[in-house]
């Protein structure tokens, strides 16, 4: 997971060095097309900052579990431990749902009509 989100975090960091860049700007399509990627990357850069720091949370809290020579901070740290082993199985889900490429056709508008079947007044209430 860790190395599909460094994989991710390169391409993040290579169009945000394109967007500022003269000619891409003067490229307004091209500009716009980086533009809306940079924004998609920019949300999974924010969960992937989360789910690394609850698992950095998660290996401090376990050496000082494992040091023991403070009951208080090893209280805190079990603490500690549960909430990250709680909220990394559903931040990993999250991440996954994120990494799913994305349809095309999402981003476009769609109009439903929506009419009245056969049987007069009373089929064309809801």
Known sequence: MIEKLNIVKQR???VNDLIIQPSVIADQ???????????ELKKLMEV??????????????EEIIADGSDPEMTDMAKMQLE???????????KIRMMLVPKDPEDAKNVVME????????????F
């Open 48 to 61: 992937r900052a989360e789910y690394l720091s609850l698992i950095e949370n998660k290996k401090e809290a």
């Open 83 to 93: 909430e990250a082993k709680e909220k990394i199985p559903g931040m990993e889900e």
């Open 12 to 14: 993040f960091d290579e």
């Open 29 to 39: 399509k091209r500009y716009i097309e980086l533009n809306k990627e940079y924004k």
């Open 114 to 125: 929506i009419r009245a079947g056969t049987g007069g007044d009373e089929a064309s209430i």
